[in-house]
């Protein structure tokens, strides 16, 4: 799900990562890698406000870590939530 927003928001750089631990890298322009760091802030601090609960890494890059008990159900809300949250984000922007 979280690659399928790479193609839907331009901010998402990248989306790397092992198993279920995932690193989503926000950045200003996808040519020069400008890193997006007030962003990524305003993403996990979106997300929390609707229940999700994500971590910086770095300087601009959204951690998932989910427990390994995760539910594929549990899995598509948090990618609806992220999504909601970069929409947030992406609208205070312009």
């Not at 939530?81 to 609208?91: C, K, P, Q, R």
């Amino acid at each position: 799900g979280l690659k399928k927003l790479q193609a839907k928001y331009p901010v998402i750089g990248d989306v790397r990562g092992r198993g279920l631990m995932i690193g989503v890298e926000l950045v200003r322009d996808r040519q020069t890698k400008e890193r997006a760091t007030l962003e990524r802030d305003a993403v996990i601090s979106a997300a929390f406000s609707r229940g999700l609960l994500l971590l910086g890494a770095g300087k601009n890059t959204v951690r998932f870590s989910p427990p390994l008990v995760l539910t594929r159900q549990q899995a598509d809300t948090a990618v609806r939530i992220f999504d909601e949250a970069l929409t947030d984000v992406e609208g205070r922007a312009r």
